[in-house]
């Protein structure tokens, strides 16, 4: 696993505020945002390493404790990762039960959950004492590409950083060009206007499909942060105009939706589902949930 913040391309301004943290006193539950996925899980590692490290400069990369997270032998840091399936209230009382009881190397114990998005109400609420108020040295490290799906309640108990898109996987002008459209016709409820927009994604290669859904969710999210946190500047300043449209029109709720199909169809095309038949059900799919 990852022992190294420097390791980690992009995210400069947060790894400053997240060193800046560590310094002093670093809130005990934290959840990472990534709607590209792009960053999170080793970045999320490296934290998780820092809360650990026993030497200068956490995470030093060089302590006995970092070198047992590199070899993933440290007792004291517990993964989540469920995969694609969901997070179910089992997990959430294990995850709990353990937090009660003390750290084995006597120092921290830190929990990495992945796919925090993928946690169902049920395992929600089972952790949410737990997340408020965490044992003393107890940490947790969340992480979602979709924090929208996650309940406020659970949100208001963590302290949220956003990353941003690394800088090698920003989108050339020409695929977000193609995605405007798309976001027009559904800030229009368009239905043709949609089917029309989603034939130049139908012909793009798989991997290039994976990064349109990508930059898709990406949109959808400054459209719904156009709404709700104007002050923030957008991910995809090229489709700002876009973003904002679409915001002030669809409600937040029917984005989220939009944005749980697109993350639905990235993973389909990571299967080997063809483009074609994905970007039908892209344009049928939206028009549905927002008409
Ligand atoms: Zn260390």
Known sequence: MQTSLDAIAGNAALKQDLRAAL???FPQTVLLCDPSGASNEP???ALSAALLCTGHNPPCGNCPSCAKLRADSHPDLIVIDEGENEIK?????RIRDEA????NEGGRKVFLIRHADRMNPAAQNALLKVLEEPPRDVFFVLTAMQPGVILQTIRSRC????????AEALPDDGMLDALA???RALADRD????????QALGKLPKNEFRAAMALLITALRDAVLAV???NLSPLLPRLRQETVYLGSRIPTKKLLAVADLCTTLRERAARNAASGVQCTVLAAGSYQICQ
């Open 89 to 93: 209230v089992e997990t959430a009382r």
């Open 43 to 45: 970045l999320a590692e």
């Open 100 to 103: 009660a009881i003390r750290p």
């Open 228 to 230: 709700s946190a104007p």
């Open 23 to 25: 310094a002093h006193r």
């Open 191 to 198: 239905e043709y206007g949609m089917a029309l927009a989603v």
């Open 181 to 183: 459209p798309f976001l």
């Open 159 to 166: 302290t949220i950083y956003h990353l941003e898109p690394p």
